[in-house]
């Protein structure tokens, strides 16, 4: 099975900025759809940012479409997420998640018990 690791999360002022990584640890996930999710303190978890397999094509959660940008280095086995600007209402695990099945586009509206394979996240924490 593959596994996804994520790394990155911090402590951080409002307004700083932070990137994630996130390692899959098979070269086939360059071929799947991928996307980053996170979940506050007592929350469900959100969609946050969506990138198809060749990096052409990115979709986000309008309240950070200013802010993040994700990534991708397939050779590398690698997703980003640069953070900027951040805010309090950030603060959450933040988890990778991949999909052979579903476009970039629809990441966001996917059932998420469907997607078949996520991370364990890393904490990111925004101070004010």
């Known amino acids: 099975q593959g596994q996804l690791v994520e790394s990155g999360g911090g402590l951080v002022q409002a307004g700083g900025s932070l990137r994630l990584s996130c390692t899959a640890s098979?070269?086939?996930?360059?071929?799947?759809?991928m996307a980053w999710f996170r979940q506050a303190p007592g929350k469900e978890r959100d969609f946050v940012a969506a990138v198809s397999w060749s990096g052409a094509n990115t979709y986000y959660l309008d309240s950070v479409k200013d802010r993040f940008t994700i990534s991708r280095d397939n050779p590398k086995k690698t997703l980003y997420l640069q953070m900027a600007n951040l805010e309090p209402e950030d603060t959450a695990v933040y988890s990778c998640?991949?999909?052979?099945?579903?476009?970039?586009?629809?990441?966001?509206?996917?059932?998420?018990?469907?997607?078949?394979?996520w991370g364990k996240g890393t904490l990111v924490t925004v101070s004010s």
């Open positions: 998640a991949a999909d052979p099945w579903t476009t970039a586009q629809n990441m966001g509206s996917r059932e998420q018990g469907a997607i078949p394979y």
């Open positions: 098979e070269h086939r996930f360059g071929s799947y759809t």
